[in-house]
């Protein structure tokens, strides 16, 4: 018997009104039902937070990623992301393949990957052969997230037009695709162009590291079920939004020809304190702050209508955000299970947020949030 908890009930995919099955979150103990009934196991990983104020020393901040990265790594993390920007005045953002490599040494059994890499931005034989760098030093363990960009300056600096970004992003993974699989490779298109290159050096992972692809609306829900790619939902759409959103990746999962991915993942911006009341205040300037930047960006320009961050900030958390106590955040990854997804990244240390502040919410979320669902 196989199935999910959904809105604190049982919902294994079959009827269970004869046996009476029905438990609520406040008297279950997930773990023990999960593995009595053969539940599906739900990942969790972090998104650690390589963006920080111009005004802050690059060097401290790694060190802060370091020690963050030795003390996740008991806690029951499935893998740790870092994601990318490029001139992202007023923040600075630590590009994620050399950090990826320096914490590669302190990841124990974690996985590693980008969160995301911005794919039409780079130039495909580059990031095919440092992808597999990373997978070698990873031993395997690496996840290839891409997406398209949004931020005008950045496509401006790399002199590449942003109306372009999707035709580039295909051809590029389309290559490295090649590269990663094939013995000569040969590839001209819009933009790239090979001829007659023979592939030497690959990944671990066959055929390749799983490639997960970020989608803020439904044409890039749609490429990535194309694509044959887990769909990395946005941590900015409403509860709402998300439901839709899945629901189209799985019609469209079904209609491909590709194989459907093993996961379904969704980033959160995530808080977890004793109180709701603690964890609003602790987290509520660095996250604020940090969405008034997305918003001046362009960023929820990507997003359904109705996702907009012009908002007071108690408006903005509602149905979008993970914040409270672990009884609360919780909840919430329930929600996110009923919806269908079965990897959830949480994001926590927003640009400013002190390092000993998100330690001590990644040990609330692995002491007191991730052992109600392992089993």
Not at 2 to 23: C, E, P, Q, R, Y
Not at 36 to 48: A, P
Not at 155 to 179: D, G, W, Y
Not at 299 to 322: I, T, V, Y
Request: with cysteine.
């Amino acid at each position: 018997m196989s199935g999910t908890f959904m809105n604190g009930s049982l919902h294994s995919g079959k009827d269970t009104s004869a046996v009476g099955i029905h438990l609520v979150l406040e008297c279950y103990n997930p773990a023990q039902i999960r593995e009595s009934l053969g539940v599906t196991i739900v990942k969790f990983s972090l998104e650690l937070g390589n963006e920080l104020p111009v005004s802050r020393a690059p060097g401290p901040h790694i060190d802060d990623l370091v020690e963050q990265t030795r003390a996740v790594r008991d806690f029951g993390f499935h893998g740790l992301l870092f994601g990318q920007h490029y001139l992202s005045y007023p923040l600075q953002t630590l590009q994620p393949l050399p950090l990826i490599a320096r914490m590669a040494a302190e990841a124990g059994d974690m996985w590693l990957g980008t969160g995301i890499l911005l794919l039409p931005l780079l130039h495909p034989v580059d990031v095919a052969e440092q992808v597999s760098t990373l997978d070698i030093i990873c031993k395997g363990k690496f996840f290839f997230g891409l997406g398209l960009g949004y931020e005008i300056e950045e496509f401006e600096a790399f002199e590449i037009e942003r109306k372009t970004r999707v035709s580039r992003f295909e051809e590029s993974l389309e290559i490295v695709r090649m590269l990663w699989t094939q013995d000569t490779v040969t590839f001209h298109g819009r933009h790239f162009n090979l001829e007659n290159v023979k592939p030497t050096l690959r990944p671990i992972q066959k055929p390749h590291p799983p490639i997960w692809i970020a989608a803020n609306n439904y044409p890039a829900i749609c490429r990535a079920a194309r694509l044959g790619a887990v769909l990395f939902a946005s941590p900015h759409a409403h509860n709402g939004t998300l439901r839709e959103q899945i629901a189209v990746y799985k019609e469209a999962i079904a209609e491909s020809s590709a194989p459907a991915p093993e996961d379904i993942a969704v980033l959160k911006d995530t808080f977890v304190a004793e109180t709701d009341e603690e964890a609003f205040a602790a987290c509520r300037p660095y996250f604020e702050n940090r969405y008034k930047v997305y918003e001046d960006q362009g960023q929820d320009q990507e997003l359904p209508e109705g996702d907009r961050f012009n908002l007071p900030f108690e408006d903005l958390a509602r149905d979008r955000f993970l914040i409270g106590s672990p009884e609360t955040v919780m909840k919430g990854v329930e929600r996110l299970l009923d919806m269908g997804f079965n990897h959830i990244v949480f994001y926590t240390q927003h640009p400013g947020l002190p390092g000993d502040l998100a330690l001590k919410c990644y040990k609330m979320l692995g002491e007191r949030v991730l052992p109600a669902f392992r089993s």
